[in-house]
């Protein structure tokens, strides 16, 4: 199985600051990788795949880069509905595995 | 707009079945190629996925419980379920029901937590 490590585990923040998450395969994944927001109570949605690609809906302050093994997460400004959970996951082969997350607070 | 919708008891019993079936409203089962599948949530083991059904019946499995899990699908219906068999406390745990697409998960069930206790 490929191993997904996400850090930090836990990250604060203010409103308009620059979050960055990465995000560490265990092999390479070309850029076969998804990111998700995860709000209390709710489901994940999905706001990136293929490493860089925006999910139709998503603002546009979400953005991800990489390739290989290790991949980013960056939030531009940070807007007071990101704090969240985020969780990478890749879409290279199965089994399909997802990083431990990364909650964004205050 | 795509919807599904999780179903199934919400306590089993240790050395149970677990058995869940998720209905998508919105859309076809059979007149799409996604494949459709369950993903699990709990705190000691984070989101991880269980399985998909493709509509013709062909399936892929976590090896981690392949030997416990049956994903089926009722196109008539427009439902997919999933029974795992053997549960312990370890099983407990958020189940979602999503559409893939291309191994990323697109569409989400609300979730349903099913706790494994006598």
């Known amino acids: ?93 199965y089994p399909l595995t997802f990083g431990g997350g990364t909650k964004v607070e205050l | 707009q795509l919807q599904l919708q999780e179903s199934g008891p919400g306590v089993v019993k240790p050395s149970g079945t677990l058995s869940l079936t998720c209905s998508v409203s919105g859309g076809s089962i059979g007149r799409s190629s996604y494949y459709w599948g369950w993903i699990r949530q709990s705190p000691g083991k984070g989101l991880e996925w269980i399985g998909n059904i493709y509509y013709s019946g062909s399936t892929n499995y976590n090896p981690s419980l392949k030997s416990r899990v049956t994903i089926s699908v009722d196109m008539s219906k427009d439902q997919f379920s999933l029974n795992l068999s053997s549960v312990t406390a370890a099983d407990t745990a958020i189940y979602y029901c999503v559409r893939q697409a291309a191994q990323t998960f697109d569409y989400w069930g609300q979730g349903t937590l099913v706790t494994v206790s006598s």
Request: charged content about 15%; overall charge positive.
């Open chain 1, 1 to 93: 199985d490929i191993q997904m490590t996400q850090s930090p585990s836990t990250l604060s923040a203010s409103v308009g600051d620059r979050v960055t998450i990465t995000c560490r395969a265990s092999q390479s994944i070309s850029s076969w990788l998804a990111w998700y927001q995860q709000k209390p109570g709710k489901a994940p949605k999905m706001l990136i795949y293929k490493a860089s690609s925006l999910e139709s809906g998503v603002p546009s302050r979400f953005s991800g880069s990489g390739s290989g093994t290790e991949f980013t997460l960056t939030i531009s400004s940070l807007q007071p509905d990101d704090f969240a959970t985020y969780y990478c996951q890749q879409h290279n082969s």
